[in-house]
């Protein structure tokens, strides 16, 4: 299994986008997990089809972070970190690469 990450999808239908989290390989088989075969709930259109389309991926190592093998820089690490509490405000935010400063980011709603 590979961690998962964020995953950006294209409605076939609709073209709107959409995040899911996944993992390109789901379990140890070897058989990746093919995102344009999964059927997925449009939030655009709400017609549930396979075909979308990946538009975009976060950095595997995302997730994991603070990771010491795989360090992202701060920059990255904040972009992915918006697009996660965007989409889901449920998710728990992965520890960041050292923190710059102590202040916690304003909450949004
Ligand atoms: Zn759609």
């Known amino acids: ?18 995040w899911t989290i996944d993992c390109d390989y789901r379990g140890t088989d070897g058989v990746p997990n093919r995102y344009e075969e999964n059927a997925y709930a449009c939030r655009g259109c709400h017609r549930t089809s396979a075909g979308f389309a990946v538009v975009q991926k976060s950095p595997p190592e995302f997730l994991l972070q603070p990771h010491p093998m ?8 904040e972009r992915w970190a918006r697009i996660l509490r965007e989409n889901f405000p449920d998710h728990p935010i992965p520890g960041g690469p050292r923190r710059a400063s102590s202040k916690a980011p304003p909450a949004e709603k």
């Open 1 to 18: 299994m590979t961690p998962p990450r964020l995953v950006e999808l294209r409605c076939p239908d609709c073209g709107e986008t959409q």
């Open 70 to 77: 795989y360090p992202m820089s701060r920059e990255d690490f």
